[in-house]
Every structure is written in structure tokens, then in C-alpha cells.
């Protein structure tokens, strides 16, 4: 079992990786800026063939929309686990499954029908970050 130490590292790291995420997407709606993300499309896209250009107006737009829910999210996430972790651990622990969980099953399903599986191998890696430290109830310092 790991140690709250640990365990709260973890999700902050996890926390952050979804806010440095969200960042990335909102900069893809501006074309300066696109590049790592229409790279990354292109990727999930499999093979590599440079069509996914997310130069559309309504690409950039859910690019924007999608990157400020993810940077709000990964701002709950971290004050979930700096704020409330430390004093009722089981409430946190409920809430950042239960939010991530979601999200994973909603992303995994939008990405199978958008016809980008690979997406949910991704996003299998990424739910770790949350569920591998909060698989079992968390140790209290008291036991």
C-alpha cells in the first residue's frame, strides 16, 4: 500500500499532466501554436499521413472549448487532492474515481467512434496516473 506521501505526489503529478494537456489543446486553436496537438492527431489517426490538419474554424473552436475544461479539471483535481485528500481521503479518493472513471468511458466511446481506437490505449496509460494510487482505500497516518 502506498503511503499518503506518495499516493499525493502521484495525483498532483497526474493533476498537472491534465492541466499541461488542456494548456496544449487550447493552444491548438491557434495556428501558431497547433502544431504538437495536429501532430498528436495524426498519430491517433493511424498511419501518420499529415491529413488531420485541425485547421477548421469548428476544430479550433472545440480545441478551445475542449482545452479550457481540460485545464478546469486538472485545477479540481489538484485541489482535490491538495485540499480535501489530507483531511477525508475516502471522499477525495470517491470523487477522483468517479470523475475520471467518467471521463474515461465517455473519451473511450467518442474515440472509438471517431474511429481513433489508439486513443484508448493512450488514455489507459493516463488513467493509471489516478486509479493505480487510489485502487484501494488510502492509508491513514493512524493506520
Do not use: C, Y
Request: proline share 8%; hydrophobic share 55%; net charge negative.
Amino acid at each position: 500500500m502506498m503511503t499518503p506521501q506518495t499516493t499525493v505526489t502521484i495525483l498532483k503529478a497526474g493533476s498537472a499532466i491534465v492541466v499541461g494537456f488542456g494548456i496544449l489543446t487550447a493552444f491548438a486553436a491557434f495556428p501558431p501554436t497547433a502544431e504538437p496537438t495536429r501532430l498528436l492527431a495524426d498519430m491517433i489517426f493511424w498511419p501518420p499521413d499529415g491529413a488531420e490538419t485541425g485547421a477548421a474554424s469548428e476544430t479550433r473552436l472545440f480545441s478551445a472549448i475542449t482545452g479550457g475544461v481540460l485545464v478546469g479539471w486538472g485545477v479540481l483535481l489538484w485541489l482535490l487532492v491538495t485540499r480535501v485528500f489530507p483531511r477525508d481521503p475516502e471522499t477525495a479518493r470517491f470523487m477522483i474515481l468517479a470523475s475520471v472513471g467518467t471521463w474515461f468511458v465517455v473519451d473511450g466511446l467518442g474515440s472509438f467512434a471517431a474511429g481513433a481506437p489508439i486513443n484508448v490505449v493512450l488514455n489507459t496509460g493516463f488513467l493509471a496516473l489516478f486509479v493505480l494510487p487510489l485502487i484501494r482505500p488510502v492509508a491513514t497516518a493512524d493506520g
